[in-house]
C-alpha cells in the first residue's frame, strides 16, 4: 500500500493534496460548504504532475456526501474511486493536514504509518461506491456516495479504519465520516491497470482497494475538498 500526501491548510482553506493510494501533491482552492448550498466544485488534479485535468464537484448534506467526477484515464482500465476522510482535521499536525498524520516519516513511507495522528484526526480511507472502466477515448464518469455512519462492507472496501470493519490497515478509531460538513475530503482515482476477462477479476478491479492488479494499480488523479 503507498500513500502520498498532501497538506490541507484550514488556515487559508486552501488545498493541497493525499491517500493511499491515496494523496498527491498540489494547490487548488476549496470553497465553501453550506447544507443547502451548491456543489463544492475544484480542479481534480493528475498525481503524476499535480495539473488539473478535469473537476470533481462534491454535495454535503446533513446525511452525507455525495460526489460526481468526469474524465478520463487509460481506456480500457478500471477505474476505482476512493475518500480519504479527515473527520478531525483540526487536530492535524500544525494545523494542516498531511503526509506526517499518515506516515511516520513523509520521506520514507516504508517506516510505517503514524498510528497515533491516524487516530487523532480520526482519518479513514474507504471506498466511495463506484467504478468504471475508461472507454475507447479514455472517458470517465464515476459518481460516489457515503453517508455518515456508513461503513462499505466488502472485501478490501475499508484501506484505512478500525480492524472490526476489516481495514487493510487497521490503525483508525473510526471508519467512513462522522460530520459531513466538518471533515475534510480528498477524492481518489485508483487506476487498476487492463481490465480482465475474468468477470470476478474485473469485479474486484471495480470494486476494491488495489484490487486484482494487472499488472499494477496506481492513484492517477485526486481532488481535495475543504469545508
Known amino acids: 500500500m503507498s500513500m502520498r500526501a498532501t497538506r490541507v491548510n484550514r488556515r487559508t482553506a486552501g488545498t493541497g493534496a493525499l491517500v493511499a493510494a491515496l494523496i498527491a501533491g498540489g494547490l487548488v482552492l476549496g470553497t465553501q460548504a453550506g447544507g443547502t448550498g451548491p456543489p463544492e466544485r475544484v480542479p481534480l488534479l493528475e498525481e503524476a504532475t499535480g495539473e488539473p485535468v478535469a473537476s470533481s464537484k462534491l454535495h454535503r448534506g446533513d446525511d452525507g456526501i455525495r460526489t460526481k467526477v468526469r474524465t478520463h484515464g487509460r481506456a480500457g482500465h478500471p ?31 516504508a517506516a510505517g504509518f503514524n498510528g497515533a495522528q491516524i487516530a487523532a484526526t480520526r482519518a479513514s480511507v474507504v471506498w466511495a461506491g463506484d467504478g468504471a472502466v475508461a472507454d475507447r477515448r479514455g472517458r470517465l464518469k464515476l459518481k460516489g456516495a457515503l453517508a455518515v455512519g456508513e461503513v462499505p462492507d466488502g472485501q478490501g472496501q475499508v484501506a484505512i479504519g478500525r480492524g472490526e470493519d476489516g481495514a ?33 477479476l474485473l469485479n474486484r478491479q471495480l470494486t476494491s482497494f488495489e484490487g486484482a492488479c494487472n499488472p499494477t494499480c496506481e492513484d492517477v488523479q485526486f481532488a481535495v475538498h475543504v469545508p
Open 79 to 109: 477505474h476505482t474511486l476512493w475518500y480519504v476522510i479527515f473527520n478531525a482535521p483540526q487536530r492535524c499536525s500544525g494545523g494542516v493536514c498531511g503526509q506526517d498524520d499518515i506516515f511516520v516519516d513523509p520521506d520514507d513511507h
Open 168 to 200: 487493510l490497515v487497521p490503525l483508525g478509531v473510526v471508519t467512513g465520516l462522522e460530520d459531513s460538513h466538518r471533515a475534510v475530503i480528498v477524492v481518489v482515482l485508483q487506476d487498476h491497470g487492463t481490465a480482465h476477462d475474468d468477470p470476478e
